[in-house]
């Protein structure tokens, strides 16, 4: 095993591969197949780095690009990369990575003094603070200041890397690979026409290589997307690249898209270019974009420990992975309660599931109610108490009023969010689209596009898998 928190028989890694990484100058064992992050959770490591201002610890708060905490440096000397995603760079042999903004050492940094004076450093206080004593500006504040802007630190040497262009045209391209992309690629495949599918990740299924419960067509979730991504592999007008993120929605859609080439690598062809910029012009381009789970406002909710109830999950089915021993879950949805149980069936104690609504029900709450969850309607998250690690909650009830009781501390080493899901929307909007908001789901949805694009799934407020695969 390679971690304390790695459970057997669970995840996509391949056991049978271990790898060898340097986070901090220290050894981490991990699988082929894992993440940074995937790896020091499996460690039991959530400290992964430090905020800019206060220098309070952070840790993975997702499972993806959506990653806001976890930012890490990756390589040595002119390849340094600073401020990666611990959440999508794929360990291998001979990787080199460091966590940023701290001093002398990740779990004792003297920078993080600052959360003690935060009453002194209000937001702007800066505008008016260092107007005096005159000329102190050039020759003190303002090398300070640059010395402490950022996260992580340049390269300086010239890189040493190659790059390349390339342009490409098609009838239909999909951006995404989860299952409302994969279905869509299908489809137009099957026509004929020119078809690429492009994904950010290193594997296509998306939310499907997390999802240990449901089946299509008679299939478990992960079998479906390997048949399907069979099936496209072997259609020769379909163009499939995967480590490859849409970033730019041009006139007349012409969409820039960035391929990373050797960094997963340990050694990489010396011809080949570390990343490919792909200029693709499209007949019809289908946005499959997916949506983002909202996190919780509650103090401390920045403490490592504190992730997504789906990051979670991502966690333990595609990487076999637990974030803690005792956790606490707290939602406003039905898709926290998947979650606790699959947890619990890998051996995590559910303290509690705190959902904000007055009567939650549906078939999943039952079955976790039968299965000796604890669920706590009509309760909110008042607090999170820890300091490098989350130690507990206080958990309060919430009156049918507005009004929020007296709070109840709860001990665990992991809180899970579910705040509902937002659809994705920016390549959309990058078009020149429109939005509405959709008063039932409370989120804004597509509307009008100016180009020739439209969104399925997800991303258009289509939740469910059957209504996502059929969009």
Known sequence: ?????????????????????????????????????????????????????YHRPRGPISAGSDEPNALIGVGEGARHTPNLRATQVEIHKGLVTVSQNRGPRLNFDVGAINTLLAPLFPA??????????????????????????????????????????????????????????????????RTGVRVILCDETAELGGTLLSDAHSRIDGLPASAWVEKIVTELNALPNVQVMTRCTAFNYGPHNMVALNQRLTEHLA?????????????????????????????LVFEGNDRPGILLATAARTYLNRYGVIPGR????????????????????????????????????????AEAKARGIPVLPSTTIQKANGSLRVRGV??????????????????????????????????????????????????????????????????????ALQDVLDD
Request: aromatic content about 8%; overall charge positive.
């Open 1 to 53: 095993m390679s971690g304390a928190f790695r459970v057997s028989g669970r995840g996509r890694v391949n056991p049978a591969r271990p790898v060898s990484f340097r986070f901090d100058g220290r050894t981490v064992r991990g699988y082929e197949g894992d993440t940074v992050a995937s790896a020091l959770l499996a460690q039991g490591r959530h400290l992964m780095g430090r905020s800019f201002k």
């Open 124 to 189: 702007g206080f800066y505008y008016k603070t260092f107007m005096w004593p005159r000329g102190f500006w050039d020759r003190v504040y303002e090398p300070v200041i640059r010395r402490a802007a950022g996260l992580g630190k340049v390269a300086t040497a010239p890189d040493p890397d190659h790059y390349a262009l390339h342009y490409a045209h098609c009838e239909i391209l999909v951006i995404g690979g989860g299952p409302a992309g994969l279905a869509a690629a299908l489809a137009a495949g």
């Open 267 to 295: 050694t990489p062809p010396a011809d080949m270019p570390r990343e490919r910029i792909w200029q693709v012009r499209a007949a019809e381009v289908v946005v499959t974009a997916g949506a983002l789970e909202r996190p």
């Open 326 to 365: 005792r956790a606490v879950i707290v939602t406003a949805d039905d898709s926290a309660y998947r979650v606790a149980i699959e947890l619990a069936a890998a051996g995590v104690a559910i303290a509690a599931i705190a959902d904000l609504r007055a009567d939650p029900d549906a078939p999943v709450i």
């Open 394 to 463: 206080e958990l309060a009830p919430v009156a049918a009023n507005g009004s929020v009781g007296k709070g109840r501390n709860v001990a665990c080493d992991c809180v899970l969010m579910a705040g509902g899901f937002t659809p994705s929307l920016h390549i959309h909007s990058q078009a020149r689209g429109t939005m509405r908001f959709d008063e039932a789901l409370g989120v804004y949805v597509p509307d009008q596009s100016v180009e020739r694009l439209r969104s399925a799934g997800a991303c258009r407020g289509l939740f």
